[in-house]
């Protein structure tokens, strides 16, 4: 079965840094767009950060010159370097494909950013 498995995410404080992995189980991803989502309790999930199978990046306004969105197509892994973290970035995160495949979804990952 193919999945995405997210991982990296913690407690931070803000002005922090983190770095997200999501490792597929299989290189069809090399072929795919792939995207960071975010999503909070009681809000729909949001796209945070893009990239395509030619490397071209894009990037919500909330997160744009803080976040960095990278792939490693020799390990099958999507890359989501996350600095000067704010509180309002607290959320559970996810990889997927560009646009999203619904039975790609995994468990995420919690990035908290709390003083």
């Known amino acids: 079965q193919v999945q995405l498995v997210e991982s990296g995410g913690g407690l931070v404080q803000p002005g922090g840094s983190l770095r997200l992995s999501c490792t597929a189980s299989?290189?069809?991803?090399?072929?795919?767009?792939m995207g960071w989502y975010r999503q909070v309790p009681g809000k729909q999930r949001e796209l945070v950060a893009s990239?395509?199978?030619?490397?071209?990046?894009n990037y919500a306004d909330s997160v744009k010159g803080r976040f960095t969105i990278s792939r490693d197509n020799a390990k099958n892994t999507v890359y989501l370097q996350m600095n000067t973290l704010k509180t309002e970035d607290t959320a559970v995160y996810y990889c997927?494909?560009?646009?999203?495949?619904?039975?790609?979804w995994g468990q995420g990952t919690q990035v908290t950013v709390s003083s």
């Open positions: 997927n494909s560009f646009p999203p495949t619904d039975r790609y």
């Open positions: 299989s290189r069809i991803f090399n072929i795919y767009n």
């Open positions: 990239i395509t199978t030619g490397m071209s990046t």
